[in-house]
């Protein structure tokens, strides 16, 4: 699909979809970050190659507790952690501006 060759374009390769361990090129993955509830997190977007974390909610957006557990794993790990809110319409230019490309 063109939007995922888009994807892989910005972000490069590899990118991975709906997971809850963060590979990293020669170490050791990173994860699985658990929830406030101590259920496994699961990741929209993850890409190594930019240390990026795309978390995309379509229907709703987790408690308030769920919310800060992800960016308190993404801050701990230096990792850069975004929130995309149902409804929201994420542009090209958007994800480029937050990737500093």
Same mark, same amino acid.
């Given at each position: 699909r063109?939007? #995922? *060759? %888009? !994807? !892989? =374009? !910005?972000? $490069?390769?590899?990118?991975?979809? &709906? %997971? %809850?361990?963060l590979s990293r090129a020669g170490q050791k993955p990173l994860g699985p970050a658990l929830g406030p509830d101590g259920r496994e997190l699961i990741w929209s977007v993850w890409s190594p190659h930019r &240390?990026?974390? !795309? #978390?995309?909610?379509?229907?709703?957006?987790? #408690?308030? =507790?769920e919310l800060k557990a992800r960016m308190v794993f993404a801050r701990e790990h230096e990792v *850069?952690?975004? /929130? /995309?809110?149902? $409804?929201?319409? /994420? %542009?090209l230019d958007h994800l480029k501006g937050w990737l500093g490309s």
């Open positions: 063109e939007r #995922d *060759k %888009t !994807l !892989l =374009e !910005l972000f $490069g390769a590899p990118l991975y979809m &709906n %997971t %809850t361990l &240390n990026a974390l !795309l #978390d995309i909610f379509r229907r709703r957006i987790p #408690d308030e =507790e *850069k952690y975004a /929130v /995309v809110r149902p $409804g929201y319409i /994420v %542009t």
